[in-house]
C-alpha cells in the first residue's frame, strides 16, 4: 500500500498538468460522457482517455458505464477548491509582476 505522501503526491501530480486541469474546469458543472469531454477540451480521444484513467487511479476522478458509454465526474468536489485556490494564486501573482513591470 501507497503510505500518505505519495497518495497526496499522486492526486497534486493528477492536477499539475494543463489538459487535466481543462477536463476538470469542464466536468464542474456535473458528469459528462467521455464523447462529451474530448471534442470540449479539444484534444484527441487517446490522449484525453490516458488523462482520465491517470485521474481516475489518483482518484480524482470516478466514473461509470452506461452501455456503451463512459461517465466521469469529479469523485471530490473539494478537488475545484484546491484549482480555484490555484486560480487565485496565479491572479495575485500576475498582479504583482505587472505592478512590478510598471515601477521599472
Not at 463512459?70 to 501573482?93: A, R, S
Amino acid at each position: 500500500m501507497k503510505d500518505l505522501l505519495e497518495l497526496r503526491s499522486d492526486i497534486l501530480k493528477a492536477l499539475a498538468q494543463p489538459t487535466r486541469i481543462k477536463i476538470l474546469d469542464f466536468l464542474r458543472d456535473g458528469e459528462r460522457c467521455v464523447c462529451e469531454i474530448f471534442p470540449a477540451i479539444g484534444e484527441e480521444q487517446s490522449n484525453t482517455s490516458r488523462h482520465l484513467n491517470m485521474m481516475m487511479d489518483a482518484g480524482v476522478l470516478s466514473r461509470r458505464k452506461e452501455g456503451l458509454k463512459i461517465y466521469y465526474t469529479i469523485k471530490h468536489p473539494e478537488i475545484l477548491q484546491v484549482v480555484d485556490l490555484v486560480n487565485l494564486i496565479v491572479e495575485e501573482e500576475i498582479t504583482g509582476r505587472h505592478k512590478l513591470l510598471k515601477a521599472v
